[in-house]
């Protein structure tokens, strides 16, 4: 596994990176409404994307080993899809919840950041399950100092997701992120503290958990990417980048409306 440590300059680069990603949601914000499609959201950001910030959406055409390339330049996954949903002719209506996963790239560096977002009145149960997932990403991203374990991130959201009688998605994982989407480390969302790699200034990783309703088990659909959970329960994530500082951690996907860190923790610390 190598890691890159990133150097202040290319620090600084993932932070205007970071933002303009986390921009991208905001401005997406107000457009989520009952009877909006999918691809109508994803055409709002590309455009948003190419012409306004003229940054690159990092997923338009990807393709990762085994993965036919990405056709769109946004993910939306809406209720049971867990990650990967590719935008589509399907209308948003009342009550469904919907993450969508910003990836930009500007001046050659990747931001990722995703949230969840409910369409009218959302059920308890779809509210409960994004506010403990948004709880379970900070959880994590409150483990982050040098001299941390990889593991205690996984460790902190397993316990809190499973003591919700919720569960972790296991076959993703927050990843590296640089000059390259995905790059070493593999930040699994479960996991034992005081195990994994050891942090050090300089590394710049995601955070972003996949919490299921119900069971924990994944399908695959035929498109080759939509990632549903098998007994068809809600599926929540949020997503931040988040760079290791020299005192604990700074989340580099923060804008203006980006929710604000739950209980007493604060972006940078
Ligand atoms: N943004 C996703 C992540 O958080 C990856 C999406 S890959 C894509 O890692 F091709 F589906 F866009
Ligand atoms: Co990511
Ligand atoms: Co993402």
């Not at 990092?58 to 809406?78: D, E, M, Q, R």
């Not at 995601?206 to 549903?228: F, S, Y």
Request: hydrophobic letters at 35%.
């Amino acid at each position: 596994m190598t890691v890159t440590i990133k150097n202040n300059e290319a620090i600084e680069k993932m932070r205007v990176a970071g933002r303009l990603a986390s921009q991208v949601l905001d401005f997406i914000q107000p457009k989520i409404k009952a009877g909006v499609t999918t691809e109508e959201i994803d055409k709002i950001c590309h455009d948003y994307m190419v012409n306004v910030q003229q940054t690159i959406p990092a997923p338009l055409n990807y393709a990762p080993p085994g993965h036919s390339p990405f056709p769109k330049s946004i993910c939306t996954s809406v209720n049971h899809v867990i990650c990967h949903g590719i935008p589509g002719a399907k209308k948003l209506k009342n009550g469904d919840s919907i993450n969508i996963d910003i990836t930009v790239i500007k001046d050659g560096y990747h931001g990722d950041t995703s949230r969840m977002f409910h369409v009218g009145e959302p059920s308890i149960q779809s509210r409960r399950l994004a506010s403990l997932t948004y709880e379970c990403m900070w959880a994590g991203i409150a483990q982050i100092r040098p001299g941390a374990h990889l593991g205690d991130i996984g460790s902190a959201i397993q316990k809190l997701a499973e003591s919700a009688g919720f569960s972790v998605v296991r076959e993703f994982c927050g990843h590296g992120i640089g000059t390259t989407f995905h790059e070493d480390p593999q930040v699994l969302h479960y996991g034992a503290a005081g195990t994994g790699m050891r942090l050090e200034p300089g590394m710049i990783f995601t955070v972003e958990p996949m919490i299921n309703a119900g069971k924990r088990d994944i399908r695959q659909l035929a498109d080759g990417w939509t990632i549903v959970t098998k007994d068809h329960q809600l599926s929540a994530q949020w997503e931040h980048t988040v760079l290791v500082s020299e005192t604990g951690f700074e989340v580099l996907t923060v804008s203006d409306e980006t929710p604000e860190p739950p209980n007493g923790l604060t972006f940078a610390v």
